[in-house]
């Protein structure tokens, strides 16, 4: 059981995780917490119009949690907002639905497909994606009420 959860490749992602630490000037924060096994990842997210352009993260998680924030880390910058709400979407059908990987930038994600059937594990790997889509619900809010 151990070695389908824990590949080469998740422990790999886990062991470098990119923009660790905290952005002082971040446009919005969110952090997402597994009630299960109490891991956490904070995110500071900074939008350019619809596009992250900066990023950082703090990830105190499981290595799967630290395996996704490390495909995030990879990828964020230059996504847009609706790229990466639909990204939530799609990780979230990988794991519950049996739904198929992302291609492109997002392929590596492929390494979650074997993780399907430990339900336990499947909140601990889309916190990262749950506190992106947060911070960025709290970015666009904000927006909207200066814009009334």
């Known amino acids: 059981m151990l070695n389908e959860i824990y590949s080469r490749r998740i422990l790999e992602l886990a062991a470098n995780i990119p923009h660790l630490g905290r952005l002082p000037d971040a446009d919005a924060s969110a952090t997402a917490r597994s009630k299960l096994c109490g891991s956490t990842v904070t995110v500071d997210v900074k939008l350019d119009g619809n596009v992250v ?41 990988l794991l ?9 930038k997002w392929e590596d994600l492929k390494v979650l497909e074997p ?6 594990r499947h909140a ?24 009334e």
């Open 96 to 104: 519950k639905t049996g739904g198929e990987a992302p291609q492109g």
């Open 53 to 93: 352009t900066a990023f950082a993260q703090d990830v105190k998680a499981c290595a799967l949690g630290q395996a996704s924030s490390s495909i995030m880390g990879h990828h964020v910058i230059g996504s847009t907002a609706e790229e990466l709400r639909a990204l939530r979407e799609r990780v979230t059908q």
């Open 115 to 120: 993780l399907r059937d430990y339900k336990a």
């Open 124 to 147: 601990s790997i889309l916190l990262t994606f749950d506190a992106v889509v947060e911070a960025i619900k709290q970015i666009e809010a904000r927006r909207a009420q200066g814009a």
